[in-house]
C-alpha cells in the first residue's frame, strides 16, 4: 500500500532533475503518473524508469507556455488514466543575467517559462479537478478527497539572488499566487502550496560550460554550500520527499504556504 494509490498525477518538467525525482516518487507511492517535458528523450527516459520499477506512466511532450498543449497535457491524463487528482507544476528553467544587461526576450523567457506554464497547467486542470470536485459536492455534499497542487518557487524569490531579476519575478509571484489560488480552489477541496527548493544539484546548478545556457560559476557552488546548515547541497529526492507529503492525504489541513527545502540555507526561513 502506498500512500497515493488510486491517485493519478501530473509533473511538467518530469524528464530530468526534480521533476524526473518526483515522478520516481510518486510512482513508487502509488500514483499512475504523466511526466511531461518538453524533450521527449528524457520523458521517456522517466517513463522507462518508472516501469521498470513497477509503476504506471506516461510521456506526454508539451510546452506548457502554450494553453493548447497544457490543455492536451491534462486531456492525455484524464485519456489515460480517466481521471486528475495532482498536478505538480515544476517546469522551470533559468536565462541568468546581471541586471544593466537584461533584455525584454530574456526576461520574456523567464517569465513564460516559470510562471505562464503552471499558470496554462492549473488553468487547464480546472475541468478535471474543480469540476470533479463540484460534482461530487452536488451529489454527496462534499468532494471525495482532497486533490493537489504543488507550485516549485525557490530560495530566489524568499533571499534574491544575483543575475535572476527574471527568476526570481516568476518564483516570487508563485509564492502569490499559490496564496491567492488556495482561497479560490479551499471550497472545494484543493489544496495549493509550493516548495522553494534551495541548491540542487542538477544541470540548473552544474558547473557552467562555456557553450551552455545552463549552469552556474563555480564558486557560486562552493559558497552555496557553505550557506547550508546541513552541510550537503540539496539532491532532486529531497524535494521529492516535501512534494510527496504535500500531495498526499498526510496535508490534507495544508493550503496556500511555501514550503523552503534547503538545508536550513541561511535567510531563506
Ligand atoms: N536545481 C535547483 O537548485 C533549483 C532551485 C530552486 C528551484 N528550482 C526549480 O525546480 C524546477 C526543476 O528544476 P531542475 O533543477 O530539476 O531543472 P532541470 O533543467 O534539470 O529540469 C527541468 C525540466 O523542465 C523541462 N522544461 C523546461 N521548460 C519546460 C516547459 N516549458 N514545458 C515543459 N517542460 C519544461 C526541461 O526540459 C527539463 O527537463 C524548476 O522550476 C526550477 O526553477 C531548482
Known amino acids: 500500500m502506498g500512500r497515493l494509490d488510486d491517485r493519478v498525477a501530473i ?4 524528464g530530468r532533475g526534480i521533476g524526473q525525482a518526483t515522478s520516481l516518487r510518486l510512482a513508487s507511492d502509488g500514483a499512475a503518473i504523466v511526466v511531461n517535458d518538453i524533450d521527449d528523450a528524457p520523458a ?19 510546452n ?17 488514466f480517466g481521471k486528475l487528482d495532482i498536478l505538480v507544476n515544476n517546469a522551470g528553467t533559468t536565462r541568468d543575467k546581471m541586471f544593466h544587461g537584461l533584455d525584454d526576450a530574456t526576461f520574456d523567457f523567464v517569465l513564460d517559462a516559470n510562471l505562464r506554464t503552471g499558470f496554462h497547467s492549473t488553468l487547464a486542470a480546472m475541468p ?8 461530487e459536492m452536488a451529489a454527496a455534499g462534499a468532494p471525495a478527497y482532497n486533490r493537489k497542487i504543488v507550485f516549485t518557487s525557490s530560495v530566489a524569490a524568499l533571499m534574491g539572488n544575483r543575475g535572476q531579476f527574471n527568476y526570481s519575478a516568476a518564483k516570487g509571484a508563485i509564492i502569490s499566487v499559490v496564496r491567492t489560488l488556495a482561497m479560490e480552489l479551499g471550497p472545494f477541496s ?5 516548495v522553494a527548493p534551495g541548491f540542487v544539484e542538477t544541470r540548473l546548478t552544474a558547473a557552467k560550460e562555456a557553450d551552455s545556457v545552463h549552469g552556474i560559476p563555480e564558486e557560486m557552488r ?13 539532491q532532486p529526492a529531497d524535494i521529492a520527499a516535501v512534494t510527496s507529503f504535500l500531495v498526499s492525504t498526510d496535508s490534507d489541513f ?10 536550513g540555507q541561511l535567510g531563506a526561513m
Open 64 to 80: 506548457t507556455v502554450d494553453l493548447a498543449e497544457a490543455e492536451r497535457l491534462t486531456k492525455a491524463a484524464v485519456d489515460e
Open 222 to 234: 562552493q559558497m552555496a554550500k557553505m550557506m547550508i546548515s546541513l552541510g550537503r547541497l540539496g
Open 190 to 194: 484543493i489544496n495549493v502550496n509550493a
Open 128 to 135: 478535471y479537478m474543480r469540476e470533479a470536485a463540484k460534482a
Open 254 to 263: 495544508v493550503s496556500g504556504v511555501t514550503i523552503p527545502v534547503a538545508g
Open 44 to 62: 521517456n527516459e522517466t517513463v522507462k524508469l518508472i516501469s521498470e520499477a513497477g509503476g504506471r506512466a506516461i510521456a506526454c511532450v508539451a
Open 11 to 14: 509533473v511538467t518538467g518530469g
